[in-house]
Nanobody, 129 residues
Framework: QVQLQESGPGLVKPSQTLSLTCTVS??????????WSWIRQPPGKEQEWMGA???????HFNPSFVGRISIDRDTSKNQVVLHLSSVTPEDTAVYYC?????????????????????WGQGIQVTVSS
């Protein structure tokens, strides 16, 4: 059984860097052909794919976040880590990690079509002073 668990601060001040960790159990983040994504859902809005790290360590990002986002991993701990810099209150959201997009980002026509097979429960992050 694959399980994903997000962890990190629930409250971040504007202009700071948000860092969230996704701890994976039941599967290795280096298993061939799998990707590990961060997705968020601001209040009252649709889910938004932020980016992913591949089994190889390569990363793919939504252009909306380029310049502010990085995703790295700790293979010894089987963790994927999101960093989002210069946060504003508009970054307030529930943040999820998920396994996917299945078959990789290039397989799909749009981010909204991405398919995932396992999700974490999500973590609420509020950006406020």
């Amino acid at each position: 059984q694959v399980q994903l668990q997000e962890s990190g601060p629930g409250l971040v001040k504007p202009s700071q860097t948000l860092s969230l960790t996704c701890t994976v159990s039941g599967a290795s983040i280096t298993t061939l052909y799998y990707y590990w994504s961060w997705i968020r859902q601001p209040p009252g809005k649709e889910q938004e794919w932020m980016g992913a790290i591949a089994y190889s360590g390569n990363t793919h990002f939504n252009p909306s976040f380029v310049g502010r986002i990085s995703i790295d991993r700790d293979t010894s701990k089987n963790q994927v880590v999101l960093h989002l810099s210069s946060v504003t209150p508009e970054d307030t959201a529930v943040y999820y990690c998920a396994r996917g997009p299945l078959q990789g980002p290039a397989y799909y026509g749009s981010y909204g079509d991405f398919q995932y097979d396992y999700w974490g429960q999500g973590i609420q992050v509020t950006v406020s002073s």
